[in-house]
């Protein structure tokens, strides 16, 4: 959620600094926690015996999940749960190797020091994932499924793939449940819709901007049925409907072209190049060749944006994401 509503913000920040009437002060974020009790989590926690008390619920994938409460050690496959402990203050047992953990937002060089899955981002090393010994596995919908059974004596694998800010709310607070943290689950959310209600106040109307992200020209889109799109949706024009979903599994992304692009002609285009070498030449970059690219509107005007992306297994990862 951090990572996502990051991009979200420094998108719509680009778009109001282009307005005479740009806000100067912006909500500050505080580390006070929102006053919570939590003795139901505590009580939860054990039982008049004093034996760990489980919780049962369902994945994304139907699939029943049982863990003994709080879950301790969590394992992150996917970044979205790294998104989640870091808001919730609390460090993985183990995460991919190259993701975002070592990211100056998450863990900087504490990373250093969290367990290390190795293999790929589709085939995370079993026994890496074993010597961390998680209580709890979080894998993404649509990669991990396959791993649940070798899995099975080490850990419940639980699957997830928010496709909108309200489910990656969810998912934190179910986070919070799980882990004890209700109180810093709800600080987060607030910060989180703090910020964003005030980007969404300020930010202007009668701009046209667009994601895209890519490793070469081969290029897709955040429509508005993907997480990014839709939070951007709610704070100023954006002309791309979602797909529609392919059984259900589909969130948001879409292979696109430069002659679709020039159609709508966005204001501003903000690019995320997925990368698998720190010396990856920008999507921006090679897009020059192609001459529909200088007749875009954004490009004349010099609105075309890089984001930060990492690269590695976390750029495999957005790109699954976000065309899944």
Request: some cysteine; proline content about 6%; hydrophobic content about 35%.
């Amino acid at each position: 959620m951090r990572k996502r509503l990051g991009i979200v913000c420094l998108i719509i920040a680009a778009l109001i600094s282009g307005c005479s009437s740009a806000p100067q002060d912006q909500p500050q974020e505080t580390g006070t926690e929102t006053a919570t009790d939590r003795t139901d989590v505590e009580e939860a926690a054990s039982n008049a015996e004093g034996k760990s008390a489980e919780a049962t619920f369902k994945d994304v994938t139907g699939t029943e999940i049982s863990v003994d409460l709080p879950v301790e050690k969590v394992a992150c496959l996917t970044e979205i749960c790294v998104d989640a402990l870091v808001e919730l203050g609390l460090k993985p047992a183990a995460v991919t190797a190259g993701g975002l953990a070592p990211e100056p937002e998450f863990y900087g060089e504490e990373a250093a020091s969290l367990g290390q899955i190795g293999g790929s981002f589709f085939e995370p090393n079993l026994e890496d994932i074993s010597l961390a010994g998680p209580d709890l596995v979080i894998g993404l919908e649509g990669t991990h499924e396959g791993l649940r059974e070798g899995l099975a004596g080490i850990a419940p694998l639980y699957i997830v793939q928010p496709r909108s800010m309200q489910e990656s709310i969810e998912f934190l607070q179910h986070m919070g449940q799980l882990t004890g943290r209700i109180a810093e689950a709800e600080a987060a959310e607030k910060r989180l819709l703090d910020k964003f209600n005030f980007y969404k106040e300020h930010s202007p109307k009668d701009k046209t901007a667009l994601v895209m992200y890519g490793s070469d020209v081969n290029f897709g889109i955040d429509t508005a049925g993907s997480l990014v799109g839709s939070m951007l949706a709610e704070v100023t024009q954006y002309p791309w409907p979602a797909p529609e979903a392919d059984g259900g599994h589909q969130a948001g992304g879409m292979a696109y072209s430069l002659e679709k692009v020039l159609e709508n002609d966005p204001d501003y285009i903000f690019v995320e190049t997925f990368t698998f070498s720190p010396d990856a030449q920008p999507l921006s970059e090679q897009f020059k060749t192609n001459p529909l690219w200088s007749r875009l509107r954004a490009v004349k005007n010099g609105q075309v944006h890089e984001m930060r992306t990492p690269y590695g297994p976390a750029a495999e990862e957005r790109g699954r994401s976000a065309s899944y």
